[in-house]
């Protein structure tokens, strides 16, 4: 299984980036899908998740809510995180991850988001 995370970058606060995470090995359409986040010194905390299917069910933590948005296109593999109105504090290394539903989790290396002031 791999997940490959890419799209991250240095950006100044209010700019936007587009993560793209590439899945292959998995059925893609089966699994929930999900970004986190860790900061440096922080824990790993999940940003945003989509559920299985074509219409999954998506969910925002209150940080990000009206400012980033999960997508998925199953044709693809792929998942993507629109991030608008970025911050300072959204600086950190983005992980996709994939969840089947028999309950196996996957993860990916992550790519480095920098927001600058």
């Not at 219409?55 to 998506?58: A, N």
């Given at each position: 299984v791999q997940l490959q995370a890419s799209g991250g970058g240095l950006v100044q606060a209010g700019g936007s980036l587009r993560l793209s995470c590439a899945a292959s090995g998995i059925i893609f359409r089966l699994n929930d899908m999900g970004w986190y986040r860790q900061a440096p010194g922080k824990q790993r905390e999940l940003v945003a998740g989509i559920g299985r299917g074509e219409?999954?069910?998506?969910h925002y933590e209150d940080f990000v809510k009206g400012r980033?948005?999960?997508s998925r296109d199953n044709a693809k593999n792929t998942v993507y995180l629109q991030m608008?109105?970025?911050k300072p504090e959204d600086t950190g290394t983005y992980y996709c991850a994939a969840s089947s539903p028999r309950g196996d989790d996957y993860w990916g290396r992550g790519t480095l988001v920098t927001v600058s002031s």
């Open positions: 219409r999954g069910e998506t980033f948005t999960i608008n109105s970025l």
